[in-house]
């Protein structure tokens, strides 16, 4: 029963969001589908805003989108691996990092790969670097987080 609750503590909320990262992969969420959303909003508020800008910053707008929630899924994936405690005395452990965003690398491979087999999407290779990059930029932002904050507490 332990190791269930384990899992479910630690190992879920990684799997949900995987599970949210999925089905966002899908038409619904396709290019089309949110430029309907932003496109509109930019030409309302800048209404003299030339088309091809309006197209950058959409694309602009959905690579934030791919850094952030893979972003996201590294720092669950790192919290699945490492089971944090309350106050962990613990020191940072690159491996645990390492697997963390080795999963972010493969998930993101993965669900380019699934996304050949949706009509209106386009798998790319650059959309993986785009997610590994975010998952990075979390875990060294974890990494910087937790060394300034240990700066300040005391020699034990």
Not at 59 to 77: I, N, P, Q, S
Not at 137 to 143: E, N, Q, R, T, V
């Amino acid at each position: 029963m332990l190791k269930f609750r384990a899992f479910l503590k630690y190992w879920l909320p990684a799997l949900i969001w995987m599970a949210l990262i999925f089905s966002a992969s899908s038409d619904s969420h396709s290019y089309e589908h949110s430029s309907r959303l932003i496109a509109p909003l930019l030409h309302w508020l800048f209404p003299q805003m030339p088309e091809t800008r309006v197209d950058a910053i959409v694309y602009f707008t959905r690579k934030c989108a791919h850094l952030t929630e893979y972003a996201v899924l590294a720092l669950l994936l790192w919290r699945a691996v490492r089971r944090p405690m309350k106050n962990d005395p613990r020191p940072w452990v690159w491996p645990e990092a390492g697997l963390a965003l080795a999963i972010v690398f493969l998930y993101a491979a993965s669900d380019e790969f699934h996304q050949i087999f949706v009509p209106t999407r386009t798998a790319q290779v650059s959309d993986v670097f785009i997610d590994t990059a975010g998952g990075a930029a979390s875990l060294l932002a974890l990494w910087a987080f937790g060394r300034r904050k240990n700066a300040g507490d005391p020699e034990p």
